[in-house]
């Protein structure tokens, strides 16, 4: 399958004279990358490193193929492509390392992102497609899926990444898929110019990332602002003035790889969902400050939560206790199966699993950090919302509570809320998913954002 998309790709890369590349693209590249991508989710899934690296080259190299460097390509179709090439390029070099909890996470984050960004570059001219599988994004979900690719490539350049969020960030979502890859691409951008702008020869190598939320008042368009300092090279005040104009290159940056366009693809794109972007510096190898914020909207629900603002907890997955409640056993072991997948180092005795609302009753709850609620519970006397309500009664060390059913209509999402529930995850979610899910609420020991 591999040499056989190998030589494909490579026919096609001397085919590019007979029609515009985008039209080749779609016409002759689609279906062979969507199938790659399906396998490289499968082969993640299964934790096969080997296929996972091996698909992640031949989509690298079908991209380039179709779309050769330095071949007449549309602005805004190279900005895509840009971005796929980074991500994939890490990717590849993730693959190479032991499989853990910490790079399934990263994984997971980038095929989540490519997923998105590859079908961009099938819309010839930038049509926007239907968005009916984009419903809204927490912003601090949107964060934290995005910078553990980010926190990757610090990592392996020796740059110490610290990621600041603010609590605020959980009550505001984005409801616009041009919105959240705009936030995705240019926080992105940014993060890998200011570590791949750090010098290898300065003492303190270092990228902090901070969010806040501004202008959050009645009547008025609320946006989401982020921060991102870098120990780098610098700008200079001259530099500064063209900084984001397309192909200048600042003095500082001319011993270092890159094309010019970055920057200004990240103000077109920033500009374009209504919000703005700036850069600061103190000058050569005084490190420089970019932040930019993007609107976001309030979300009425997020209040409502039993514990809006619950700390991330640092633990250990040897000592994580999880109860699944649900009346069906094979939605329970299913579970079971995705979460022992998903977080190495924890054991069969630290999940426990409960068929009714009045058996989860009788465990010591306290004992737990998470459960795993369905929300219904069958026909059962006592609904999932109302064994919730019983435990939210409790003086007790109240435990993170997700709801597992599938019913997330706004009704059913604002009563589950009410009752007690935390968060909602999918009874057939994937476990680079889940991974992805409970790093918004845990410190694991292998975590990049430790």
Known sequence: MVLCLFIYFSFLSASTDTEPLEELFISQTKKAIETTLVELNHAIDSSDSQKCSKCTEVLYDAVNAAFPSGANIDSSIRSYLHDIRHHLALLINSFTEQPSLELKNIQAAGIEVLSRLIPKIYQSNQQTSSHSNFSFERISTLVESTIHL????AKQQAVEFIYKPCAQLEKFIVTDENVYLAIRRVLFNLLHNAVHYTSSQLEKRQVILRTT???????????AQFIITDTGV????DDLKKLFTQGFRGSQA???????????TCKKLVEEIGGEIHAISLGRDLGSCFWFKAPVLFDETAVTAFTTAIERKRIAPCSMKILIVDDSRVIRRGLKKTIKDGITGISDGNIVEAASGEIALKENISEYDLIFMDQELGSLKMSGLETTKAIRTQNINQ???ISISGNTDNASMTASLAAGIND?????GKT???????GKYFFFESSVLD
Do not use: Q, R, W
């Open 254 to 264: 001319k011993t270092y790889t890159g094309s010019g366009t970055g920057l200004a």
């Open 399 to 401: 435990p993170l509570i």
């Open 213 to 223: 939320i501004v202008d959050a008042a009645e009547n008025k368009p609320s946006y």
């Open 234 to 237: 610098g700008i200079s005040s």
């Open 424 to 428: 909602f995850f999918p009874k057939e």
């Open 150 to 153: 980010s926190a990757y490539h």
């Open 432 to 438: 680079e998913a889940l991974c992805i899910f409970l």
